[in-house]
């Protein structure tokens, strides 16, 4: 299968740029086969924009639409010109697939399968009914030459002398998976909460460490204490032992005598009269 999958319209994503402001623009997808097509879309800038919904499925002839939100930029790009791209790829998948058996091996080129693939270029434009705008140091003003005729290139014989456009890369390895509002927001809240404790891990460690001073400092005594009760327990026991040493001899003493004592009894009484 060599056929496109997908009528994509418009083929260009245009957003009306204004400093600080958040811009959508809608792409329709229409199915032009007589199968179940599966899309997804991808973006050279993920955290730039988000795509609700950025996959899914399309019946046989019928039509689906997806909505690119611009996040709102603190500068203005050169001239207007943006470089973003994105990329929306599709393949036929099994009747009655839904959104939820949706894998990113259904995209995979290596499982042979035909990936249909086309490239939408990103377009800024002035807000309407407003002058040409320019950026200058992040800011917008007026263009000064915006009162003079637009079209300085015009050739005498009427044709307009525009530049050819650059020619988009062919390599899609720079695209990546476009985001939903819900994926951009934990990603945004996600390196929020990653901010967050990091400073509260150096709050942590700049409150917890004169704790851990203090408590080395008393442990250090506290084993002081320990190691000199500890002497005077092995002085005690080493006198109680010479102590148990010496009345054992002199229990040995006693008994010795008493028993002499004894002997010397037995003799007076076994002796004749």
Do not use: W
């Amino acid at each position: 299968m060599t056929s496109e999958l997908l009528e994509i319209q418009p083929r260009e994503l245009k957003f009306t740029f204004e400093l600080k402001k958040q811009s959508s623009c809608s792409v329709q997808l229409g199915n032009r086969s007589d199968q179940y097509v599966a899309f997804k879309v991808k973006t050279t800038s993920p955290k730039k924009y988000c795509v609700r919904p950025n996959i899914g499925i399309i019946r046989p002839k019928a039509t689906c639409e997806f909505t690119v939100t611009m996040q709102a930029q603190k500068v203005a790009p050169p001239d207007l010109q943006c470089k973003d791209k994105f990329l929306i790829q599709s393949t036929v998948v099994p009747f009655g697939t839904t959104d939820e058996d949706i894998t990113s091996g259904m995209f995979s080129k290596e499982s042979g399968k035909y990936i249909d693939e086309k490239k939408l270029r990103v377009v800024l434009i002035s807000p309407p009914h407003s002058p040409v705008l320019l950026p200058n140091n992040g800011e917008l003003k007026k263009d000064s030459s915006y009162d003079a005729p637009l079209h300085k290139n015009i050739a005498q014989n009427g044709i307009e002398n525009i530049p050819p456009p650059q020619r988009l890369a062919e390599d899609v390895a720079d695209f990546q998976p476009a985001k939903d509002m819900e994926e951009l927001k934990a990603a945004k809240d996600a390196e929020a909460r990653h901010v967050d404790n990091a400073m509260n891990f150096e709050s942590a460690k700049e409150a917890v460490e004169p704790k851990l001073v203090k408590d080395l400092e008393e442990l250090k005594s506290k084993l002081q204490l320990t190691s000199s009760k500890l002497q005077e327990a092995d002085h005690t026991i080493t006198k109680l032992t010479k102590e148990r040493s010496a009345a054992i001899r002199e229990k040995d003493i006693l008994k010795h005598e008493v028993e002499l004592l004894r002997r010397k009894r037995m003799k007076r009484i076994q002796a004749p009269e």
